[in-house]
Structures are given as C-alpha cells and as structure tokens.
Nanobody, 128 residues
C-alpha cells in the first residue's frame, strides 16, 4: 500500500523551530519530486518547498526562503522540512506529496494536481 505519513508538527513559539518528516511506504523515493504544501484556515493551499530526490535539487517559496530547508534521506525513504525562525503566519496544516520527477525539472513545483500521492497532514501552530 502506497502511503506518505507526515510527523513532527506541534505548537511552537515565534522564532522557534520544528522539523517535519515525510515517510514513504509502499514505494521508494529515489526518483520523485517531493513537495511540501500548507493550508491555513480559510486560505488556499500553498506550495512551500520541493525537492528532487534523485539529485537533491531544491526550491522554496519566497515566503519561507532562508528559513526552511528541505532535505531527503533516501536510505530512510524520508524527506524532511526543517523550519526555523517560525512566524505566526506559518501556522497551517502541512502536507507532503510525491509525484513524477518531471514536476521538478519542468519547474511546476507547486501544481498540486501533478502530484500522485499525499499524506494526511500535520498541524503546525506558531503562537506565544
């Protein structure tokens, strides 16, 4: 059974850090584009970051550039999103998604309809 499972969300104060994990089962992440998306209440889903698991190339949305880092550990079949300097506006449910590598190489990092598999999401709340 193909599955993506996110973990690592929680409540953190502004300026704090969290590391989200996206663990894949039922398939290997060797040649995929993995995207992180988020959706805050009342807002549209937003693409946050994308990685090509074949060569580690990355992309970031302007809103998180310099604060978030996406990485992968192919041996653990897991992709991570390290989130530093968190702000209240980062509060959202965070989802990871897997899709064909053409997503990354065509620059279509955040076209959600191109992704084949989605996780269930993990809540991140940034508040004092």
């Amino acid at each position: 059974q193909v599955q993506l499972v996110e973990s690592g969300g929680g409540l953190v104060q502004p300026g704090g850090s969290l590391r989200l994990s996206c663990a894949a089962s039922g398939f290997t992440l060797d040649y995929y584009a993995i995207g992180w998306f988020r959706q805050a209440p009342g807002k549209e889903r937003e693409g946050v970051s994308c990685i090509s698991t074949s060569d580690g190339s990355t992309d970031y949305a302007d809103s998180v550039k310099g604060r978030f880092t996406i990485s992968r550990d192919n041996a653990k079949n897991t992709v991570y999103l390290q989130m530093n300097s968190l702000k209240p506006e980062d509060t959202a449910v965070y989802y990871c998604a897997a899709g064909p590598p053409i997503i990354y190489y065509s620059g279509s990092y955040y076209l959600a309809r191109l992704y084949d598999y989605w996780g269930q999401g993990t809540q991140v709340t940034v508040s004092s």
